[in-house]
Structures are given as C-alpha cells and as structure tokens.
C-alpha cells in the first residue's frame, strides 16, 4: 500500500492536527526511505541536481501539488502544511523542485502538469520582485526581454513562469536560453534564464507579492528544519566523541554554544509556523511576521551549521561529513528571496506601517 | 460539569464590569502588594488561579479556559488572574507544603497580603546553591536557624523568606538541604540594605542568628530541599523570561514590544541605515522569545514537556543587555547625563545596569547554558569533585 496524502474534507482550513501529524509523518517516512544522505549526495553529483523517480514519489504522496488547488489536481493546502513539509524536506536537504512547485501552482494554477509533478516550472521574479537586484527582464507588447539572474531550478524545467510588477507570463523552455550556474550549494540548482520572445500572460501582478511570501514561509520551514538536524547531528557528535577522558559535550565551551544554538533553532521554528499560520489567516501583522521569519530562519541556520562544524573539528572538514551540506544550504538559502539584511529593513518597515 | 466557553467569558466579564474600578499602579516587586483588597476579591472570586481545583481557590478550568480568563482581565488591564503560571510563592507552597500551612499561606500568597523574599544565596554558595551553610537545627516544635545569606531583594519588607538550609552535614551536598518558610519579623533575622550599581537599595544582606521557624514551615521531606527549590527555580525563570522591570524615569514612556521603534522615531534616527538594522533585530529578538514562549505552553498543555520553556530567561538576557545597548545608541553623548531632567538617558543607564538583574540574577548566563546542555540536549555533565562526598568533608572558599 502506498501513502497518499490525507485529503481534506472541504476546505485547506479543515485539515486537524490529527491529519498534519500524518502528514508529516508520510513526509518523513519517504525522505528516510528514499532521501538518505547517500541519496543527497548521488543527486548532488549527478547532471542535472534532480532525481526523477524520487519527484514521482513525492508527487504520489500529493506533497508535489500541496498547495495547488484541488481543481487543479493539487491537494488544495495552504502555507501552514507546506511549512510542516519544508521542515522536513530541510532536515532531510531534500534536493527537489518543490519550492518553484509552490510557487508555480500558485501563480498559475492552471499550468498543465505542474500539480502532479509530470511537468516542472521554474519562477523568476523580476521588477520590483527581482531578490537578486541582477536581472533584466522587460516587457515590450507581448515580447519578453532580457535575462533573470538565480533562477531556482531553471535547468530541469519545462516552462518558465515569470513574475513581474507587468503580470505572470509563462514562456516555454524551448523559448529560452538557460545557462546553468557553478553553484556552491549543489542541492539547490539555478540558472540564469535569457528571454528573447513571445510570452503568454498568465496571471496579473496582483498575485506576485503574496507569492512571494509563500516562497518565503516554505523557505522558512526548510531552515528551521535543516537548523534543528544539524543542532540534532552536533548534540550526538559531542555526547559520543570523547577527549581528555570525557566527551567534548561535558566541556562547557561546547555545551554553552549547543545552548545558544537551541536558542537560535527553537527561535527559528517559532517564526516560521508563525509566518505560516499568518499567511494562512491573512492576517493583518503578515508583512511583519514574513519578514521576522525570512532573517531569523535564515540567521539561525547560517549559525547552527557554521558553529556545528566548529564544534565537530577536523571531521567536519571532510567532504564525507554531511555537516558541510548543511552549511552550503543554509548559505544558498540565506542569499534566496533577499539577504537579513533586507528582510531586516522590510521588517522595520512593516512596524512603522503598523504603528 | 464543564461550561462552555462562551459562558465563561461571560461570567467573567460581567465580574470585571461590576468589579473593576482600577487600582494604583505596582511597579516594585517587594513587600506587600498596596493592590491587596483587590487581588484578594479576584482570589475569592477564583479568577486567581483558575487551572487549580476549587479546595485551592481555583476553579479547575482546562488550560484554553484559564486563558480565557487571562485574556478578559488584560483587555481591561486588571491584575490578579493567571497566577497558577507566574506566582511563584503560592505555587511552591502549593506544591510542596503542609496542608495545614497551605490552608494559612495560599490565600495571603494569592492576594499579596504577605511581603516574601528568597534566601538562597549565601557569600559561599551563589551558582553553587547545594553549598549552603546556614544550619537549621531540630528543636522541640520546629527548628533554630543559624547563618547569613546575601543579595536577598525585598529582605526587608518581607514577612516570610524561602530559606535553604543544611540539616545533615553527614551526606553529599544536596542531600542535606531542607526547604522552609522562615518568619522575617523576629528577633534573630537582622536585615542589613546593600548599595547596588543601580544605586537602589533592593537587595540585602541577612544574619539570621538562632531564629526559630516552627515544624509546620517545612516544605516537602527533610533533607528533600533540593527537589523544591527545583520547583521555585523553576517557576522564577519562567517569569524571568517573561520580561523584567521596566524604565523607572516614569516620563511618559513608549510602550509594548516595538517600543524601540517609537525612541528611534522620537530620536530622529529612524534615518540611519544601521540603527534601523539594530532596532529591527532587538524587536524581533523580543516577538520570538514571545512565540517561543506561547509555542511552549501550547505544547506544555497538549501534554508533552517543552524544551523551549527553559531558553526565555537566557534570551530575555540577550534582549535586555541589547535593548539598553540601541536605547543609548539612539541617545550619543545625551546617554553621558542622569537625573530626572534626562529621562531617556536616566533609562537607558539605568536599563544598561538593570539587565544584570537577569544576566545573572535566578542563575546566571552560563548556569542557565549548563542546565539548557544537560537537561533538555542531554550532554554529559561536568564531572563534579564534591558531589558524592559528605558536605562535611567539602573544601569551602
Ligand atoms: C539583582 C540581583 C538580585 C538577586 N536577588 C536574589 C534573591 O532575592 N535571593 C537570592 O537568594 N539570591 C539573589 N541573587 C543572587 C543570585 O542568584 C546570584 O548572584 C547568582 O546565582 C550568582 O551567584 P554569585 O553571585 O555567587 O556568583 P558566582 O556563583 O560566584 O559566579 C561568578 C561567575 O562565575 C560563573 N560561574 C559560576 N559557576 C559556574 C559554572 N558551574 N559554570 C560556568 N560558570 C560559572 C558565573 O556565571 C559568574 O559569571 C540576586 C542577584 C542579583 C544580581
């Protein structure tokens, strides 16, 4: 028997406790199954960063086209049980398109294929959303130009939805140049897109910005995740090894930085649900807590995978040790959607706007 | 029979709407509580402590519905309710006495009719409390008591102390110990004020001498002191990381968690790039100990322990070294000055010193890291030379 997602009774809302507690379990159980580290690095060393079969099974569990809506073949769930997933996809540093999924079966629902994971879409934000302060995309009539910088999993994709301040547009793949990118985080593939021709509209520019955030909220989850496995490796490192007669763990120059890092991690996992619950209800305070859990997630898990590898010494410097690919994830996620330091001055900003 | 929620709220707001009429304002902690006459109405009425059971003044209410309660008494700013989480004298008693001294103390601890303080601390044994040397001897109807302790806040308005003293000097330190309610207001007890940085007067020193505290202030077994004051500590760093006093100029004072974003604006600095880096990160630095703190009781209430209960009081540290350190980055060489004509630079002064209150204060920084590192991630603990060895037999100094 396989695992299919609990689907809910009527509405994104309905999903209980009960049902995300199976849910995540489900998550859990493929990843341990079918997303080892082994996994992890195989998939990191291949072409193209991408496992076909394993995206099948994600898709089977419905964990593909989570938040698309069920008209569209998706599961119709909303941000908080795409955090719960992305927070184990980030223990497990899942290397896998489903944040451009996320995204894509947002902005446009109605793309074929996208929710059931045959086809794959890659989104490039320009304008006013451009992170990378890189791009140069334009529109002229019904013409896209220029190129997007960064674009997560741009390479592996079908089509190119593009998300600008002038509406969404998909372009196909054929009907662009893609140059793949030397990443440092080889579980996080991206490609500069070159646009040079028709697109189609697909969805206006209203939609862009809350997208953005969900993008945000499932990086969020991913961090806390990927922080609170390192922490965990870190903890049964310094209970294990020993020297001086004692494990490293009972000295307190470590112990007191596994302190703080709990601190960081627990932190981390608190903002991103919050985010999730916000986005979620649109509540009125969303900017402020999208913008709390973009720096502090991804603060926190810069932070727990550098001093986790202090805390290990020399074996953590070893391309065997999984400590370096939690390290190179939480410094391609910290650059993603905009550094702390701008979610920093856009979390200000939506203080003052409050106050 | 469990009521409804909506009843409830009900209830408790028509009780607000005939009752509350607003009390004076309560900023020191010490002694007893001026809002007396109206905790003791709240505690009557048993919105004090409304998790506990009815033979406590309680009202056995479910976790969701005590908070209920707690909402109705902030939305009106009325005090009292809530204090089966933050009182940490009632529910020690609660815990751990007597039932014939919890009958007296309880409903005097609930309605702060009784001045308290905490002798723990002693000029040998600060982190390491198991080292305490005040003896406490058996008498006939109860015990004498014998030695000094230090740094006690509030000795001197306090009737009752939460005394650790040593009554086995024959077995390991922290077998020995035994937890009283010792009565302030006797000969023997001698309260002298010490000078602090802040340059109050809040903590003292004490010199007890023979005193006597009578065989029902005993809480929990003899020699079983340690496991209540795990209870006390408990409750005290949870309130700690809660938040700690705030400015004391009184000059009209923005308030709430984005109170810094208010000084910053009333600074003219909200300009700066860098200051506007630093205002965001100490408020989010408070709103995340908060959601730790709720996630915590949420996951508290369903049943299963939180480890993040114990990080509030090492972040709220963080918190208010850091705000202090950005209120007089917002003030320059304004900070230079003191006095009431300067209440911004007499508060952030003053919250600059103050922070020590929790940095070191219930266990300081570093002891809360060991107890984060041992208890809730399960390191190895360091290897301790007097922890199995007759107290006796202990090096002291
Ligand atoms: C404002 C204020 C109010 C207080 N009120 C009370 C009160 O009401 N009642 C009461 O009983 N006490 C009170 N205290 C005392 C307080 O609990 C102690 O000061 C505190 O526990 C530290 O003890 P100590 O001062 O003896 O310092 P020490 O224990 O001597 O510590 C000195 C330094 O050594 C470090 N250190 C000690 N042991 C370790 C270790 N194992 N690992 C790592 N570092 C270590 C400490 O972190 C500190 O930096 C108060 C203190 C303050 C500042």
């Known amino acids: 028997m396989t695992d299919t997602l609990v689907r809910p009774p009527m509405s994104a809302a309905a999903l209980d406790a009960d049902d995300r507690a199976a849910l995540v379990e489900s998550v859990r159980r493929l990843l341990a199954d079918r997303c080892t580290e082994a996994d992890v690095r195989r998939i990191m060393d291949s072409e193209s960063g991408h496992d076909p079969a394993l995206w099948r099974a994600l898709a089977d569990l419905g964990v ?99 998300a600008s301040d002038d509406g969404v547009f998909a372009v196909e793949r054929g009907d662009v140049e893609v140059t793949p990118l030397p990443v440092f985080d080889r579980t996080r593939r991206m490609a500069d897109v070159a646009f040079y021709g028709p697109a189609t509209r697909i969805g206006d520019a209203a939609r862009v910005k809350a997208t953005r955030d969900l993008g945000m909220v499932a990086l969020a989850g991913e961090q806390a995740g990927g922080a609170r496995r390192m922490l965990e490796i870190t903890v049964a490192y310094a ?19 596994a302190a703080d890092l709990l601190l960081e991690s627990e932190s981390a996992t608190s903002a991103a649900r919050d985010a999730a619950r916000q986005l979620a209800e649109d509540a009125p305070t969303v900017d402020a807590a999208v913008a709390l859990a973009a720096f502090a997630c991804a603060d926190a898990f810069v932070r727990v995978a550098k001093d986790g590898v202090q805390m290990h010494g020399g074996i953590a410097f070893t391309w065997d040790h999984p400590a370096h690919l939690y390290l190179r994830r939480a410094r391609s996620g910290a650059q993603l959607f905009g550094d702390s330091a701008v979610w920093r001055e856009r979390y200000i900003q939506a203080l003052e706007a409050q106050a | 029979m469990s009521m409804s929620d909506e009843a409830l709220r009900g209830e408790v707001e028509a009780w607000l709407a005939a009752h509350w009429k607003g009390v004076p304002a309560h900023s ?153 309610f010792l009565p302030m207001k006797q000969q023997g007890v001698e309260v002298r004020p010490l000078r602090q940085i802040t340059d109050e007067a809040h903590f003292n020193e004490v010199f007890i001498d023979n005193a006597f505290i009578p065989e029902e202030n005993l809480l929990g077994p003899l020699n079983g002191g340690w496991g209540v004051l795990q209870t006390a500590l408990a409750y005290e760093r949870s309130v700690m990381g809660d938040g700690a006093r705030g400015p004391r100029s009184g000059a009209d004072e923005p308030k709430g968690d984005t109170a810094l974003l208010a000084l910053a604006r009333e600074a003219g600095r909200l300009d700066d790039a860098v200051v506007r880096q630093d205002v965001a ?81 219930g266990g300081t920084d570093q002891i809360q890291r060991n107890i984060i590192g041992e208890r809730v991630l399960s390191l190895p603990k360091e290897p301790e030379i007097d922890r199995t060895i007759p107290f006796r037999e202990v090096r002291a100094g």
Not at chain 1, 242 to 252: L, P, V
Not at chain 2, 335 to 347: I, M, N, Q
């Open chain 2, 28 to 180: 020191e902690s010490f002694g007893r509580d001026p809002r007396s006459e109206w905790l003791a109405k709240v505690r009557d009425a048993g919105w004090a402590v409304p998790r506990w059971s009815s033979e406590w003044q309680g009202r056995g209410l479910s976790n969701d519905q005590a908070k209920i309660v707690e909402r109705a008494f902030a939305k009106v700013g009325a005090p009292g309710a809530g204090q089966d989480r933050s009182n940490l004298w009632a529910n020690t008693a609660l815990a751990h006495a007597t039932d014939s001294f919890k009958r007296e103390i309880v409903p005097q601890l609930l309605a702060g009719e009784v001045g308290m303080c905490l002798l723990y601390s002693e000029p040998g044994a600060g982190s390491d409390l198991a080292a305490v040397r005040t003896r406490a001897d058996k008498v006939d109807g109860g015990w004498r008591v014998t030695g000094q302790k230090v740094w006690t806040s509030g000795a001197r308005v306090a009737d009752y102390g939460m005394l650790i003293a040593r009554t086995d000097w024959d077995v390991p330190k922290h077998r020995g110990i035994s937890f009283f």
């Open chain 2, 281 to 361: 990160q100490v408020i989010a630095w408070r709103v995340l100990n908060k959601l730790n703190t709720a996630r915590a009781k949420a996951e508290l209430a369903q049943g299963t322990s939180s480890p993040i209960m114990s990080l509030g009081k090492l972040a709220m540290s963080r918190i208010l070294h850091e705000e202090a350190r950005v209120r007089t980055m917002l003030l320059g060489p304004e900070s230079l000055l003191e006095g009431p004509d300067h209440p911004r630079a007499e508060d952030a002064n003053f919250l600059s010193l103050n922070a020590y209150f929790t940095s070191i204060g």
């Open chain 1, 64 to 162: 593909v086209g989570l938040v698309a809506p069920e008209a569209a073949g998706g599961a119709g769930l909303g941000p908080v049980e795409l955090g719960m997933v992305m927070e184990e996809a980030g223990a497990a540093l899942l290397p896998a398109p489903l944040i451009s999924t996320a995204l894509a079966t947002t902005l446009a629902p109605d793309l074929p294929g996208v929710a059931d994971g045959s086809r794959i879409a890659a989104v490039a934000f320009a304008g006013s959303h451009d992170w990378t302060g890189r791009s140069d995309v334009r529109l002229d009539g019904d013409r896209l130009s220029g190129t997007a910088r960064f674009v997560p999993d741009a390479a592996i994709a079908d089509v190119i939805v593009v």
């Open chain 1, 239 to 257: 209970t294990d090894r020993h020297q001086f007669g004692r494990a490293i763990g009972s000295f307190q120059a470590i112990k007191h930085m």
